[in-house]
């Protein structure tokens, strides 16, 4: 059973940075897999942030967090801790904040395609 923990939400002001995280455990069930991070801001749909490739570590992100936000990993067979460090955060960016993963290749803008979600953390940037 695949089972993701994010924790490092908090309030931050426009132009600070926060580092997320997510405990995966149980991904060693995977042939291959992603990671990622997705956001949901009140009243709008889930929309993707950055994906990493378990095997390669090759990384994703949205137009709209390049230059931004990395993504990091660090994992072992069965196990992983995935970050998001964010740094020159805008307004926008305030959304509860989602690790996902898959047992595929990475869709870095499609929800849907991600079978394991995590609880998400909350991010409020204020102006």
């Known amino acids: 059973q695949v089972q993701l923990l994010e924790s490092g939400g908090g309030s931050v002001q426009a132009g600070g940075s926060l580092r997320l995280s997510c405990s995966a455990s149980?991904?060693?069930?995977?042939?291959?897999?992603?990671l990622g991070w997705f956001r949901q801001a009140p009243g709008k749909e889930r929309e993707g942030v950055a994906s990493?490739?378990?095997?390669?570590?090759?990384?994703?992100?949205v137009d709209s967090v390049k230059g931004r936000f990395t993504i990091s990993l660090q994992n072992t067979v069965n196990t992983a801790t995935v970050y998001l460090q964010m740094n020159n955060l805008r307004p926008d960016d305030s959304a509860t904040y989602y690790c996902?993963?898959?047992?595929?290749?990475?869709?870095?803008?499609?929800?849907?395609?991600?079978?394991?979600w995590g609880q998400g953390t909350q991010v409020t940037v204020s102006s």
């Open positions: 149980g991904i060693g069930i995977f042939s291959s897999g992603c």
């Open positions: 990493i490739f378990i095997i390669t570590k090759n990384d994703y992100y």
């Open positions: 996902a993963a898959r047992d595929d290749n990475c869709w870095v803008s499609q929800p849907a395609r991600y079978n394991y």
